[in-house]
């Protein structure tokens, strides 16, 4: 863990994706109250947040368990002059009331306490008629050769196709407006951009067993990408308390 904070302490997006397409789906919420208050869960370094600020008018207040990622949050928001809260808070035992939030925004994150789990748990944090945008990984595909199976099984079991997941948040009592699959710009992005920092980590950390190992990881979790992104992406679900 303290390797992967280390890592990626000083970049903006600890996942795929691109600006367009954050603006994109926070443009596709009703929301025209000016006095909403938002939750970014698994907040990182502050680049989702920025762009929820610059979007939605409201009280924001940026989430995550690693310190090491609030104080460049931090930093962020007061040279931009955003009035947004920090707090460090495990996503999985949040400190806030019942039905405080007009929306809860998490980009990538909710996989660390899993998919079912969080959108059932963070509900109640959510006003009657609220929102919820998450972005998770997501089977594009109904079938999959067995190697990209084996790949996400082992490192997610939750993964699912779109449609399932789907099915989860109407269960939980959600109404999905819309759902948008992360294209692959984004990943080509975020990928180009966390390439430059292998060889700097990998000096910083003399070449230890454990920083080596860690750079081959990413680099296979890339080659994995490139050889079966038809088959998953990370998608936005897009979804409005209705119970």
Known sequence: MELIIDFFK??????????EES???INSLSITNKNIKI???????????????NELNGKIIAIDL??????????????????IE?????????????????????????????FEKGINYWKKFIKLNGYL?????????????????????????EIDTC??????????GYKVIKHFIVPPKCWENYYNHVEKYFNPFLKKHEYSKEAIEFIEEFKTEM???????????YVFYIAQRIV
């Open 223 to 233: 080659d994995i990408y490139n050889e079966f992104n038809d088959y998953f992406s």
């Open 133 to 157: 945008v998450v972005a998770e990984i997501s089977w594009l595909t109904e079938k999959r050769p067995k190697k990209i199976q084996e790949y996400w099984d082992y490192y997610y079991k």
């Open 163 to 172: 449609e399932n997941k789907i099915k989860q948040l109407k269960k939980a």
């Open 23 to 25: 603006v994109k789906v």
């Open 10 to 19: 000083s970049m903006d997006y600890l996942g795929p994706n691109c600006k």
């Open 66 to 83: 690693a310190e090491e990622f609030l104080e460049p949050a931090k930093k962020r928001f007061n040279d931009k002059n955003l009035n």
């Open 39 to 53: 939750a970014d869960i698994g907040c990182g370094t502050g680049r989702p947040t920025e762009i929820l600020a």
């Open 86 to 114: 920090t707090s460090c808070q495990d996503m999985g035992n949040l400190n806030f009331d019942v039905e405080e939030f007009d929306l809860i925004y998490s980009e990538g994150s909710i996989y660390n306490i899993g």
